[in-house]
C-alpha cells in the first residue's frame, strides 16, 4: 500500500458516516463524501486541508481552487468560502481531512527557525496551494494512527502536530505562512482588520474605521484585503452578515425579518435580494431546502 493510499484508508476507517465531522484529537476533522456535492458556504477558520481520495473545490471571491490527492490547500486566515466537492461516489469516496492550525504554534517554531521573512512584503491570497510532499504525507498518517492509540495522543498529537506545522514552514509557500506570526506584517495588519469586522459585522462602519484598527491607509487597507480575501472590507462584511442570518435562520428557527434585523440590515427587501443572490434563493425557501437535504448546507 503506498502512502497516499494509507491515509485514505485511515480516514476510510475514522470516518464511517457520510459527512464531515471531528475526531477524538481537537484540531482534527474528517470528511466521507458519497456524491458530488452542491456548493457551501462556510466561515473558513485557518487551517490545512488534504484530499487523500476524490476532489475538491474552494472558491474564494472570483478566484477557484482545485485540490486532489497529489497537493494540499492551506487557508491562513478566517475567509467566508464556497466548498463542492467534484469528484466523489459510494464505490470511491471522497476522503479529506483538515486540520486546523495553532498560530501561537506557527510563532514558537518561526522563533525557533532562521525566520528570513520581511514585515513589509506584500502579503498574497490566504489561501494557499502546494504539492503533497512526503514528509508531510508521512507526518499526517501518523497523526491519525494515533486515532488508533488514544492513551498515546494526549502526549504525541501537540509533538506531529508541530511537526506538520515545521513542514508547513518548510514548504513552497512558505513565506506568506510565515506572515502570520509577524506582528507588523502587512497580512497581520489585515487580519486585524478581519477580525474587527467579524466582532462588529452587524453595524454600519466606515472604511477609515476598519484601516485604523488595521494601522493602515484606507486606500493601502482596500488593496491590501482585497489580496489576502479576495473582497472588499464591505464585501467581506456582507458575506458574514449572510452567513449569520441562515445560521439563525436554521439553527433558531427565526423568521427572515428577524434574522436580517439581527445582522444589521434595515431593509428586508435588500437582505432577501442580497440573500438570494448568494445562496440562490431566498431565505425561507433556501431554509425548507437545506431542510429536506440537510447535507447541502453543511460545509466539507
Known amino acids: 500500500m503506498d502512502r497516499l493510499s494509507e491515509l485514505a484508508s485511515l480516514i476510510d476507517r475514522y470516518a464511517p458516516m457520510e459527512g464531515a465531522g471531528p475526531t477524538a484529537l481537537p484540531r482534527l476533522h474528517l470528511a466521507r463524501v458519497t456524491n458530488p456535492t ?42 467566508p468560502v464556497v466548498g463542492c466537492v467534484m469528484e466523489a461516489s459510494p464505490e470511491r469516496p471522497y476522503l479529506g481531512m483538515r486540520l486546523d492550525l495553532d498560530p501561537a504554534a506557527l510563532a514558537s517554531l518561526i522563533l525557533d527557525m532562521d525566520g528570513d521573512t520581511k514585515p513589509g512584503e506584500a502579503p498574497g491570497s490566504a489561501i494557499i496551494m502546494s504539492a503533497l510532499d ?9 497523526l491519525l494512527r ?36 509577524l506582528a507588523d506584517s502587512k497580512f497581520n495588519q489585515v487580519n486585524r482588520a478581519i477580525c474587527w469586522i467579524k466582532q462588529n459585522y452587524a453595524r454600519p462602519f466606515r472604511i477609515e474605521t476598519v484601516a485604523a484598527e488595521a494601522r493602515m491607509s484606507p486606500s493601502s487597507l482596500h488593496e491590501h484585503f482585497k489580496a489576502v480575501t479576495a473582497m472588499s472590507p464591505l464585501q467581506y462584511q456582507k458575506q458574514i452578515r449572510l452567513q449569520e442570518a441562515r445560521r439563525l435562520i436554521m439553527a433558531q428557527a427565526v423568521d427572515a425579518a428577524t434574522a436580517a434585523h ?39
Not at 54 to 78: F, H
Not at 158 to 172: A, D, S, T
Open 38 to 79: 452542491e456548493p457551501m458556504h462556510a466561515l473558513q477558520q485557518p487551517a490545512l486541508c488534504i484530499a487523500a481520495q476524490g476532489r475538491k473545490r474552494m472558491i474564494l471571491g472570483e478566484r477557484i481552487y482545485g485540490y486532489e490527492p497529489s497537493n494540499y490547500l492551506l487557508v491562513s486566515a478566517d475567509l
Open 134 to 142: 512526503d514528509a508531510l504525507l508521512d507526518a499526517a498518517i501518523r
Open 146 to 181: 494515533l486515532l488508533e492509540r488514544p492513551e498515546d495522543a494526549p502526549i504525541l498529537a501537540p509533538l506531529i502536530e508541530r511537526e506538520i506545522h515545521y513542514r508547513l514552514l518548510r514548504g513552497e509557500e512558505a513565506a506568506r505562512l510565515r506572515q502570520i506570526a
Open 262 to 300: 439581527l445582522v444589521g440590515y434595515d431593509s428586508p427587501s435588500q437582505f432577501s435580494r442580497e440573500y438570494s443572490r448568494l445562496f440562490g434563493a431566498p431565505p425561507m425557501r433556501d431554509a425548507e431546502r437545506l431542510r429536506a437535504s440537510p447535507e447541502a448546507g453543511v460545509a466539507v
